[in-house]
């Protein structure tokens, strides 16, 4: 009704307008590339959601020697992939699609598996430096998926998520490792 009061001609620039962003959103995006993109932000989004409930697992089941520096490290990394999990769904809500929101499709859609509460500290790490891999696989794909849609927003987004996993990858390999051991030499 409110549309009835604007003139023929402006009625026709509306409709043009609402079909062009329709088409081209507003960020000027092709919308069939960036359904590409937000299918492998959602896996990546369940990924991140199995990861932070696994960090979460180990960070209250953990024991030993070795509780301490594990304990916090692990609470370190579980609020960082809390922050992580919201800019991913903030960024598939930004291309202008739903985030999946339920672990049942979590579960369905992951890389990741759940991990059970006896593990023991060398295992927990293990298993993590695993899921570190899984994690990059899934942030390539992203990549990958946003770069053919010419997406530098989520490719920028996904490229810092990348550096800082691999930094913390590097520092859990480097705690398991034995004393005396070092890296290869270039």
């Given amino acids: 009704m409110v549309l009835a009061i604007f003139t023929e001609t402006e009625n026709i620039h509306t409709k043009q307008f609402l079909n062009t962003y329709k088409i081209m959103g507003y960020l000027n995006l092709d919308t069939e590339k960036t359904s ?10 369940a990924d991140y959601h199995l990861y932070y409930q696994k960090l979460r697992n180990f960070h209250w089941n953990v024991v030993g020697h070795n509780f ?3 304990h916090i490290k692990f609470e370190e990394m579980y609020d960082d992939a809390k922050v992580k999990i919201d800019e991913i769904a903030e960024r598939i809500l930004t291309l202008r699609y739903q985030p999946t929101s339920n672990f049942t499709d979590y579960l369905k859609m992951s890389n990741i598996e759940e991990s059970s509460a006896g593990s023991k500290d060398l295992d927990m790490v293990k298993i993590l430096l695993d899921d570190h891999g899984k994690l990059l696989k899934q942030m390539r794909k992203v990549v990958e998926t946003a770069d053919k ?3 530098e927003g989520t490719i920028d987004m996904v490229g810092g998520f990348i550096g800082h996993i691999e930094k913390v990858s ?3 390999d480097a705690w398991s490792m034995k004393r005396g051991d070092n890296h290869p030499e270039v």
Wanted: proline share 0%; charged share 25%.
């Fill in 68 to 70: 301490f520096d594990l």
């Fill in 149 to 151: 849609a010419d997406d």
């Fill in 36 to 45: 590409s993109t937000a299918k492998e932000l959602n896996i990546l989004l």
């Fill in 170 to 172: 590097w520092m859990l």
